[in-house]
């Protein structure tokens, strides 16, 4: 299997397994809820590994798919089982459709953080349907999950209004909601995608050499040093003398310090938000102040005149 | 201690940026798992950006000894140069390093590398070696080298230039073709025979039958009869000197870059200079736009060839306008013998008066004669015809101005020799050869 298979095997299962537990919760026995799921699945994954390229397809797809779940939403309960099945199927797949975007190397770091963050986002929502009372039975599945989901996102959308106001919250479902497999998956994701970028690289993404790493030779000997050249005794000696690409003598990259860092940070964090979650979003509000004023305090230290292209 | 700051690499930029926008997610939603996401990004990218500040904090030319050594500061076009550099790191480090010693457009590197991506730490020196061959005449300048201390994550740099630039002087060849292919001999011998002609000279050279149109005081009474009369034709010197006149203005920016009519000029004269030179011959060069910029006296020999050389390798087009009468004028004060002065120049403005010099110059025996190429060729083909048609009626009335120069020498009889761009050196070969029989100019 490819690296990128293998890259994308590790963000695929988070959402795997949320669309999983929609399914079991209220497919019911239809068919169409899993079809809609497959579909926006299948769509993805072959926009994503490149089976399904040109454009007309690729909008043709999103059409169909925006379609599938707009039409059958608009005309409600009337719309049936079966429709409205579809377009919960397809509704819980899309995250499938940008999460090509969390594990191609090709794509710009923010990017892919966002597309990772969009998932988690949509895979908590739908978890937090799962636990939010929807319409009344004797609906349709479909429309009882729609009803649950458009609750929790109101409820949180309340509760966070709540807050801000400075009165207590009633609830946060998408604060509440937790699946312990769910994040662990989510945790593997993020793992791999913070991992892709411990590898040394200088600032044009170009890879800098390092002994886990077969760096390739500086370009050289385009031309083998022949007597044609007329070189002279010294300078025949400073081209065979010249230094080549060396990697650090350690062990681990360079840059595993502030990974190390970072994880610790992280831990804390964890641990201060299972004791006192008030206290640990306090402490990250002032860290990250903190943070981006020192990185803007790096960036904005004034130019010497000896240093600095802009010098 | 002189440092440069730390540069926020796009990379970095869009973690950070990411890292927000996900926060900003996540304290919408207060869920554990949407939090931890941004955090643990933006805790890798902070800390490593403010790890990367602190052990880079004092970066910058202060951090490094430096020593360029068996670098070349004069390059022939058809050969190579050498750029070597050593480098030792008196800084703290160690650091990932990209050292690189940029180059003019016109060198291509053939061998070794001006570049270096490595781990570098502070015991072990750096050496840089590489070999060039140029593509272009004229001065450049190597340097200075740049130094870039890569965070190794890629967030972000800082740079330090190093001040050891290096001038490179890329001359010209001098032609030696051999002479033998384009003088024709004469009966006295490849060395005589060129030198002198029948014409407006001193030497008595033969008898002839009189013509009716010689002149009757040119008649040897002695030598002739009832039945013929002869008349005595006496023997011309050419020049042996020859001063090289480039026009350096901006009319010889004609041209796509590299081969301009200042290329094909220099090319011409280098190829006139290396056939005098080859000849014995004394030869000069007069560089001047609407000013001297350099003058070389006609000179022989291998210190000719070498001081003409770096001459030619040192013009440069001059924004200003030609001024062939004051050239003329400057060059007729600098000139002590009879001398062919060879005009290489576009001809595309003369200006003011040309009777007055050109004819100061015949008046001490020197002679003018202009090369100048035909507009149209200095331009490769086009690819299409519309484009071909587009060239054509934007060079049209460049075309018809250098007509009019054309016109205007030869009016006050300076012979000028037209030539298409690419046949710069057969052109001038053919010119060589004319200097020294004194035939008929093609």
């Known amino acids: 299997m490819s690296e990128r298979v293998w890259m994308a095997g590790l963000f695929y299962p988070a959402p795997l397994c ?61 719309a049936g089982e079966g429709w409205l099945g579809l377009s919960v199927g397809v509704l819980v797949g899309v995250p499938f459709l940008w999460l090509e975007f969390a594990w191609r190397e090709d794509v710009s770091p ?3 953080i966002l597309a990772l963050q969009s998932t988690f986002v949509a895979g908590i929502a739908f978890l937090a349907a799962l636990a939010t009372p929807g319409s009344p039975t004797g609906d349709p599945a479909g429309w009882q999950f729609l009803n649950s989901l458009g609750n929790a996102l109101a409820n949180q959308v309340q509760g966070g209004a709540d807050l801000l106001s400075g009165t207590a919250p009633g609830t946060l479902p998408l604060e509440a909601a937790f699946n312990p497999v769910f994040v662990a998956l989510g945790g593997v994701a993020l793992v791999a995608l913070v991992l892709s970028w411990i590898s040394p690289r200088t600032a044009l993404d170009e890879p800098l050499p390092w002994s886990w790493f077969k760096f390739p030779l500086s370009p050289t000997l385009a031309v083998p040093l022949s007597d044609g050249l007329e070189l002279r005794d010294g300078q025949r000696e400073a081209l065979a003398t010249r230094t080549r690409s ?7 990259s360079p840059g595993f310090g502030s990974l190390l860092v970072a994880g610790l940070l992280v831990g804390a964090f964890l641990g201060l938000a299972s004791v006192v979650p008030a206290l640990a979003l306090l402490g990250l509000a002032v860290a990250t102040a903190a943070a981006m004023i020192g990185v803007a305090r790096v960036l904005s230290r004034r130019l010497t005149p000896l240093g600095g292209l802009a010098g | 201690m002189a440092s440069s700051r730390v540069v926020l690499s796009p990379l970095g930029w869009s973690v950070i940026v990411g890292g927000m926008g996900a926060l900003l997610i996540g304290l919408v939603t207060l869920n ?63 650091i990932y390093a990209e050292v690189f010693d940029p180059q003019p457009d016109g060198f291509e590197v053939v061998l070794g590398s001006p570049r270096l991506l490595t781990w570098w730490s502070a015991s072990s020196p750096v ?72 014409g407006a000279g001193t030497e008595f050279h033969s008898l002839r039958e009189y013509q009716s149109s010689d002149d009757v005081r040119k008649i040897a009474w002695r030598r002739s009869g009832l039945d013929k009369i002869y008349v005595r034709e006496q023997e011309e010197e050419a020049h042996p000197e020859i001063l090289i006149l480039l026009d350096t203005s901006r009319d010889m920016r004609l041209g796509p870059p590299g081969k301009e009519a200042l290329e094909q000029a220099v090319e011409g004269g280098a190829v006139l200079a290396g056939q005098a030179i080859r000849g014995h011959d004394r030869v000069g060069l007069l560089v001047f736009s609407d000013r001297v910029s350099e003058f070389v006296p006609p000179q022989r020999g291998s210190e000719g060839a070498l001081v003409l050389t770096e001459a030619f390798g040192r013009i440069r087009l001059a924004p200003t306008p030609f001024d062939l009468a004051q050239a003329l004028t400057l060059a007729q004060e600098r000139l002590t013998v009879p001398t062919t002065i060879v005009l290489f120049s576009t001809l595309l403005s003369l200006s003011g008066p040309l009777e007055g010099p050109v004819g100061a110059l015949r008046t001490r025996g020197h002679r003018l004669v202009a090369v100048c190429p035909q507009v149209g060729t200095l331009f490769p083909p086009a690819a299409d015809p519309v484009a071909a048609r587009t060239l054509q009626f934007a060079l049209a009335p460049v075309q018809r101005q250098v007509d009019l120069g054309v016109e205007r020498l030869r009016a006050v009889g300076v012979p000028v020799l037209t030539y298409a761009a690419p046949e710069v050196r057969e052109a001038t070969l053919e010119l060589h050869a004319w200097t020294r029989s004194w035939g008929e100019l093609g």
């Open chain 2, 127 to 198: 050496r840089l070696a590489y070999v060039y061959r140029p593509r272009q005449r004229g001065q450049f300048r190597v340097g200075p080298t740049i130094v870039i201390a890569h965070d190794p994550l890629g967030f972000g740099f800082r740079t330090a230039k190093l001040e050891n630039r290096w001038e490179v002087l890329v001359t010209p060849a001098l032609s030696v073709q051999e002479a033998s292919t384009v003088v024709p001999l004469g009966p006295r011998g490849p060395s005589e025979a060129f030198r002198r002609r029948v």
């Open chain 2, 32 to 94: 554990l798992l949407l939090l931890i996401l941004p955090i643990s990004v933006l805790a890798l990218a902070t800390t490593e950006l403010l790890a990367f500040d602190w052990t880079t904090r004092d970066f910058g030319p202060s951090w490094f000894r430096w020593q360029r050594f068996e670098n070349s500061s004069q390059v022939r076009i058809d050969g190579v140069g050498s750029m070597a550099i050593d480098l030792e790191m008196v800084g703290p480090g160690p």
């Open chain 1, 246 to 252: 060396s990697s650090p003598g350690t062990v681990l």
């Open chain 1, 110 to 112: 923010g990017v892919r």
């Open chain 1, 18 to 78: 949320v669309g999983v537990l929609v399914l079991e919760q209220y497919s019911g026995g239809g068919f169409t809820l899993p079809l809609g799921f497959l579909l926006a699945l299948g769509f993805g994954s072959a926009v994503g590994f490149g089976l399904l390229r040109h454009p007309v397809w690729e909008g043709l797809g999103l059409v169909l798919l925006t379609l599938a779940v707009g039409v059958p939403i608009a005309y409600g309960p009337a």
